[in-house]
């Protein structure tokens, strides 16, 4: 995408002229026409897009105006497109929207994000000055949309650009899809020639109904002090007979330890494509001719639905066809893949991906329920938050209004079971102690715990990497120049700390060297879930701008501040806990960190849980069994399964049983079936 920020008259007669992102041929022109020196690249990060007051442009722009572009998006354009409306009755029509809704969102985060920093950097070069900007963009099916709403919210006049890169890709990705599913198709179709058995790996016993599960890197454990990818498992009486956890990510090793474990407890286990990083153990699922037919059905109805639309003169649907083929193909094989593995519940919470919902649809056309579950405390909401799987699990009310303000969802029931992870909360506390004392004996009398974030130098990154070796290098100090003090560092990326910030080593090594200061082991994550070392320590620090951690950390009864230097001032942390909970400077974090430490009982507020207002919202139970809840209800839908109902009585006997147990106010059906309006 070639997108320039033009402050002046016109795009040849500004004053000034920017590009953001630049294709090849664009670069080679500007070349060419010698005019490298008048276009520049803008060069900023996202880090710096702050008002003089220090707070960040951030949330706005996600939590207002992308959602707010989303919801016209939706009801002006995808709504009114007759492309999509006939598109959506092969399927399920609300949740098409859902999924054209998401994919546009992808395409137009980054600009929405660009007009924030573009009106940043004219009030900090501007200043009180009315400077007229043209932002040139390349031109879609919602360009009248984005122009609207620059103009309105921010003063900015979009201007189009002939979109020969969006065609393109468009193209790539009709034909891309088709030569996929040739290619996917043949081995099937061979096999059917030659009369061998129909392909798929299938079960000991293909009638038993089957809970599949997908291996997402959380971890892969059956110790309850670890973090894991099936926690709903562990605490809940589920036959494992009846369970098959598959693996779908080419670079993550899947090792003989690994299905040995799963058969031990007579859980099934399948790849889902060959990879060099799993034991020859393994099974590997193949698609069968039910993909096939499934494909080439939609994919003609698709097609023929095009042609009518080139027909009446309206292209625009053209650019949609890419997108609704990807749903098709992976409509096709998901469905291919719960029919011949008679699945009939599939758990899987990677809602942020829009052909996730692709899933959900083909598992309810095979008869099946999907289910998702809520495992971050999102700080802000996202039209990418919304799920279309018949159940979503939610930690309680205050994230249903998060979820109600991201623009919608299409679920059949929400279902309230509290901070997933609870279970790991008793049986960390052995682990906690032994490392809390391991700290002591090196001298240790005052213990932090601190929960970083993923840093990155992109420019389009809340927290560049430099920012990060700062509160490491801060953090160090006190370990070195204090003797009373022990740090527990759980990074949120282990493996790639020294990688993105290797100015830190050496003052790591010096803290490490003291014997206080110790780092939770791990590779994409660490190993243990955060309410271990938060239950070692005597405060925690956490970042604003995850909140995860922190959560986990509050529930499980430690003393949380939080540090806001991307400058969320619009979070309720704010309002409750300025100078308490909630601080944006690092150095005065340090000095209340030192006077709490020397006098708790004057300086009681620092950290106090009790400050925390909507914890009771955030989870209404707090009390260790929210896997086991969302276990509870996965058998009840079993036992219904088992018994040959339907999954529409499954979902009935399964809310009814969980309101009998837990509250009717913990299940919310019928009126939940919402879409942004």
């Not at 499980?556 to 308490?580: C, I, N, Q, T, W």
Request: hydrophobic residues 40%; charged residues 25%.
């Amino acid at each position: 995408m070639f997108q320039v920020v033009a402050l002046g008259f016109s795009f040849m007669l500004a004053d000034q002229i920017y590009y953001f992102n630049i294709s090849r041929p664009a670069k080679f022109m500007l070349s060419f026409f010698k005019l490298s020196s008048r276009v520049k690249e803008f060069k900023f990060g996202l880090h710096e897009v702050k008002h003089e007051s220090g707070e960040s442009y951030i949330p706005k722009a996600i939590e207002n105006d992308l959602i707010g572009i989303c919801n016209d998006i939706e009801n002006k354009i995808l709504r009114k497109n007759s492309f999509i409306r006939e598109f959506g009755s092969f399927f399920d029509a609300e949740k098409i929207i859902m999924y054209f809704r998401k994919m546009c969102c992808r395409k137009i985060e980054g600009v929405i994000i660009l007009m924030s920093v573009i009106v940043w950097y004219r009030r900090k070069s501007q200043k009180d000055q009315v400077v007229p900007v043209e932002f040139y963009v390349e031109k879609s099916p919602f360009y009248s949309v984005l122009k609207e709403f620059a103009l309105s919210e921010y003063g900015i006049t979009v201007r189009p650009l002939l979109p020969f890169k969006t065609i393109a890709d468009h193209f790539y990705l009709v034909i891309g899809n088709v030569y996929i599913l040739m290619r996917a198709s043949v081995k099937p179709i061979i096999r059917a020639l030659k009369k061998k058995k129909k392909s798929g790996h299938q079960s000991e016993n293909s009638a038993t109904p089957m809970i599949a599960n997908l291996y997402t890197l959380n971890g892969f454990t059956f110790d309850l002090t670890k973090r894991c990818d099936f926690p709903w498992l562990l605490t809940a009486d589920i036959p494992g007979g009846q369970l098959l956890t598959f693996f779908e990510r080419a670079d993550v090793p899947v090792t003989g330890e690994m299905v040995d474990a799963m058969r031990k407890r007579g859980i099934r286990n399948m790849a889902r494509l060959k990879s060099e990083k799993f034991t020859s153990e393994l099974p590997i699922y193949e698609v069968t001719l039910i993909y096939c037919r499934t494909a080439f059905k939609y994919m003609t109805k698709t097609i023929a639905l095009v042609l009518k639309e080139l027909a009446k003169l309206r292209p625009t649907s053209f650019v949609y066809l890419g997108w609704a083929m990807r749903f098709i193909r992976t409509y096709s094989l998901e469905y291919d893949f719960y029919i011949t593995n008679n699945i009939i519940i599939n758990i899987d919470y990677v809602d942020i991906d829009p052909l996730r919902i692709a899933r959900h649809v083909a598992l309810e056309a095979a008869g099946g329920v999907s289910m998702s579950y809520q495992v971050s405390a999102w700080p802000l909401p996202s039209p990418l938050c919304g799920s279309c799987a018949d159940i979503m699990f939610l930690f309680g009310p205050y994230f249903y209004e998060k979820y109600l303000r991201s623009g919608g969802f299409c679920n059949n029931s929400i279902i309230y079971n509290g901070y997933l992870s609870d279970y790991s909360f008793n049986p960390a506390k052995e682990n906690a102690e032994k490392l809390r004392q391991s700290l002591a004996k090196k001298g240790a009398k005052f213990i932090i715990c601190y929960f970083d974030e993923n840093s990155s130098d992109s420019k389009m990154s809340l927290i560049p990497n430099n920012r990060s070796s700062f509160i490491y290098k801060k953090l160090f100090d006190m370990i070195i120049n204090d003797n009373n003090i022990g740090l527990i560092c759980s990074p949120k990326r282990p493996k790639t700390l020294t990688e993105r910030l290797p100015e830190i080593k050496d003052l790591m090594a010096k803290a490490k060297d003291t014997g206080r200061c110790i780092f939770m082991p791990g590779e994409y994550f660490t190993d243990n879930y955060p309410n271990e070392p938060a239950q070692a320590a005597d405060l925690v620090i956490s970042l604003l701008v995850g909140g995860t951690a922190s959560l986990e950390s509050v529930l499980a009864g430690s003393r949380v501040v939080y540090l806001d230097l991307e400058g969320f001032h619009s979070l309720p942390e704010y309002h409750f806990g300025k100078g308490k909970i909630v601080f944006d400077d690092l150095d005065e974090l340090i000095e209340a960190i030192y006077k709490f430490r020397n006098n708790k009982e004057l300086f009681n507020d620092f950290g106090n849980r009790d400050l925390v207002t909507a914890l009771s919202r955030k989870d209404p139970f707090q009390d260790g069994m929210a896997a086991q809840r969302m276990g509870q209800y996965i058998n009840w839908l079993l036992q219904k399964f088992n018994a040959g109902a339907s999954r529409e009585a499954a979902l009935l006997y399964a809310d009814e049983q969980y309101r009998k147990q837990w509250g009717a106010a913990n299940v919310l059906k019928g009126d939940v079936k919402v879409c942004a309006k």
